[in-house]
């Protein structure tokens, strides 16, 4: 055995038990130590955090106890600023009573359409008015639009609670009226027009062709004298509009039309939204709810005052009206004989504030519903617009034509009339009906004043079933720089462009600012277009659009108009901004409670004078029941940017509003108070905190139309639920 290996080193010494032990007990008693300091720390830290919640919550009672103490005081003040509304509505009422004096004085042999006696002598003498041809009707249609635009209007900007029923149906039968005996005045000129074809034959073609131009009508009629059935391709000179027709219409004894209305009448008309009780019991509940703020701040006095001429006109109408729940929605009462003339104003201005408030809410009513039923193709005109007019369509029988005899005209006039001739017959033995008779390829103009977003939708109307319908045509091919569109057609009628209603919605941004004196700029931008409109006194007007960041030229721009007007004027151009009560089941909104939306929509008219208002990020943030939106004072003179980031970020829900720490560029959202603020009861308080008194003094002498017309318009475009 070899010799046994040395072991290098020390032995390690080993550490004994009672060492480990200690070592042990050390680690626990600093671990221990560790835990306690730990605890000692947290317990410091929540103490100090739940001190600083305390204090917290003790300024926040403070605030809301200084807020509901005020509350009442600062209702008050709303109150009487906002005197302004019913104020307007008088003005406008006695506007309404002034034009129809106007009327009266005038003696221009006009009738006045919301006279049925007038209305209805008019249309008998025209009726028996004969022979009148295409440019007479055409300058008689142009009062005859003027009535019916009128009517429309009266029905527009009439009250709800100053429209009766038969009121309602009498203007829609005198619409009616005028526009079916309009359309049959054009059928008949084309008749006569068509009569003498052969006395206006071109001498090339040997055909007939007519284009009549006029600011709302514009025709276009050829007709087949020659009946050559290689002759297919029908062009109307110096245009692109016109037919290619098969073998058969070429052969036969016919004329094509394209009567171009730049205006609507075949669409059904809409029913005018009225404050019966049956449909608006939440509306005017929701109203007498916003009003009772407006009681609480009443002085004692008058409030005794009032409940006693309330309770003896309210006794009155019960004897008159037979539905009590009509209560809630009168306008007129009959005060006691003894009632001083200062207390009957109040009085009168008290329940038209309350008739204008439900008239208001009503402008932001969500439907419940939408029809669900349609037909196979039918159109939802809830979804869709029609755009530039209608195109009236129509293969003619060709009348017998007129021939010169001697020194005379002889004429053959068919009791009849005009008849259309049908393509493709009702009844044919034809298997092949497609190949016999196959669709007519139609190339048309899109109005020039129309601008179209997308690719329109072509519709033809079923006179059957009353509505449109996109089956039977083909081949749709639009040419948006040249404005044509073309397509093939099964059989011919009236056909439109249609667009998306809510092509606009929901809007990107939008801006409201003061210009001058009783004038604000409103800008609303959208994924397409740029929208600016002006807005002073009882007047609004197109002051720019923006497409594809350049400016684009407008019919409307610079032509001022009554709020209603200029809604109807820029829909019908193709810039809806304007929701309906059905806009909610096509457009993903931010909903706002009505009523909430209602109120900051008048205080933001109440201030636009003197404030710019401009849109938030946070509004989607924050729940239904509040608003949230950027404010800074903006007197004109100051000439500060309107982009200048010195915004206040203001939450508004209805009776409560507070400045909000957060910005525009915050990384999170917090309904913390900006320090130093409080809460305040109404916007107008709220900015009042950081305003100049020269821009409060503005804003206590603005006008009360210009106040409404920013109001209707706020109303109508909804920033705040469809940005």
């Not at 171009?260 to 509940?285: A, E, G, M």
């Not at 601008?451 to 639009?478: L, Q």
Request: aromatic share 8%; proline share 4%.
């Amino acid at each position: 055995m070899g010799p046994k290996p040395k072991k290098s080193g020390r032995k390690k010494k080993k550490t004994t038990k009672a060492e480990r032990l200690k070592q042990l007990q050390e680690e626990e008693e600093r671990r221990q130590k560790e835990e306690e300091e730990a605890r000692v720390k947290s317990e410091k830290e929540e103490m100090q955090r739940l001190e600083i919640e305390r204090i917290e919550k003790e300024k926040w009672q403070q605030l809301e106890a200084k807020d509901l103490e005020r509350r009442n005081e600062e209702f008050e003040e709303l109150y009487l600023l906002e005197g302004c509304f019913p104020e307007a509505e008088k003005l406008k009422q006695n506007n309404r009573l002034l034009s129809q004096w106007k009327h009266y004085i005038q003696c221009d042999g006009s009738p006045d359409p919301s006279v049925a006696q007038e209305i209805n002598t008019f249309i008998s003498l025209w009726k028996e008015e004969a022979n009148e041809t295409f440019e007479e009707v055409i300058d008689k249609s142009k009062l005859v639009l003027h009535l019916i635009e009128k009517l429309k209007l009266i029905l527009l900007e009439t009250p709800s609670y100053d429209l009766q029923d038969k009121n309602i149906t009498q203007y829609h039968g005198s619409i009616l009226e005028l526009q079916e005996l309009l359309h049959l005045k054009f059928n008949t000129a084309t008749e006569i027009l068509l009569r003498e074809a052969s006395t206006l034959a071109d001498l090339d073609s040997g055909n007939m062709e007519k284009i009549i131009h006029d600011e709302n009508v514009t025709l276009y009629v050829w007709a087949n004298l020659k009946k050559n059935p290689r002759y297919r391709t029908v062009r109307f000179s110096e245009t692109q509009i016109g037919f290619e027709i098969p073998r058969i219409l070429a052969a036969s004894n016919i004329a094509l039309r394209l009567l171009h209305t730049h205006y609507d009448h075949v669409t059904p008309l809409r029913t005018v939204p009225t404050l019966l009780p049956k449909r608006t019991s939440t509306i005017t509940h929701l109203a007498k709810e916003e009003v009772k703020n407006v009681e609480a701040a009443l002085s004692k006095e008058f409030q005794e005052e009032y409940k006693h001429q309330k309770s003896e006109s309210q006794s009155i109408h019960k004897e008159e009206i037979k539905d009590e729940e009509q209560v809630d929605i009168e306008v007129q009462t009959s005060p006691v004989q003894e009632e001083p003339e200062a207390t009957k104003y109040e009085l009168e201005m008290k329940l038209l504030s309350e008739t204008v408030l439900a008239a208001q809410l009503l402008l932001i009513e969500n439907a419940p519903g939408k029809p669900l039923f349609f037909e196979d193709n039918e159109v939802d005109m809830h979804q869709f617009t029609a755009l530039g007019g209608v195109y009236h369509l129509d293969i003619l029988q060709l009348p017998p034509q007129c021939k010169p005899m001697k020194r005379w005209m002889m004429m053959e006039i068919l009791k009849e009339g005009l008849q259309k001739y049908m393509y493709p017959p009702v009844a044919t033995e034809d298997v092949e009906t497609e190949s016999a008779f196959p669709p007519i390829e139609v190339m048309l103009e899109v109005h020039e004043n129309v601008i179209f977003f997308e690719d329109p939708v072509v519709a033809r109307w079923d006179a059957k079933g009353k509505h449109w319908k996109t089956d039977g045509i083909s081949n749709v091919f639009y040419k948006s720089e040249q404005r044509l569109i073309s397509f093939s057609l099964e059989s011919l009628g009236p056909v439109t462009l249609m667009q998306d209603t809510h092509i606009h919605m929901p809007y990107q941004s939008w801006e409201l600012r003061p210009l001058d004196v009783d004038q604000v700029l409103l800008t609303v931008t959208t994924v397409f277009t740029e929208i600016q409109i002006q807005i002073k006194e009882d007047l609004c007007m197109l002051a720019s659009i923006r497409l594809n960041k350049k400016n684009y030229s407008s019919v409307l721009e610079g032509k001022w108009m009554t709020p209603i007007s200029f809604i109807i004027a820029l829909k019908e151009t193709g810039l809806n901004i304007f929701p309906t009560e059905h806009s909610h089941f096509y457009v993903v909104i931010n909903y706002k409670i009505p009523l909430v939306e209602m109120k900051a929509y008048r205080q933001m008219a109440l201030l636009s004078s003197a404030f710019a208002f401009g849109w938030s990020r946070w509004n989607t943030k924050c729940d239904s029941k509040k608003v949230i939106f950027k404010v800074r004072q903006h007197l004109p003179k100051e000439e500060k940017p309107i982009w200048n980031p010195n915004w206040a970020l203001l939450m508004f829900s209805g009776d409560r509003a507070q400045r909000l720490k957060i910005d525009e560029y915050s990384e999170a959202f917090s309904e913390a108070l900006k320090e130093g603020t409080e809460f305040h009861s109404t916007l107008y308080h709220m900015v009042k905190d950081f305003a100049s008194e020269e821009a409060m003094e503005k804003i206590r002498s603005s006008n009360c139309q210009f106040i409404d017309s920013v109001c209707h318009m706020l109303l109508s475009i909804r920033l705040l639920s469809y940005s």
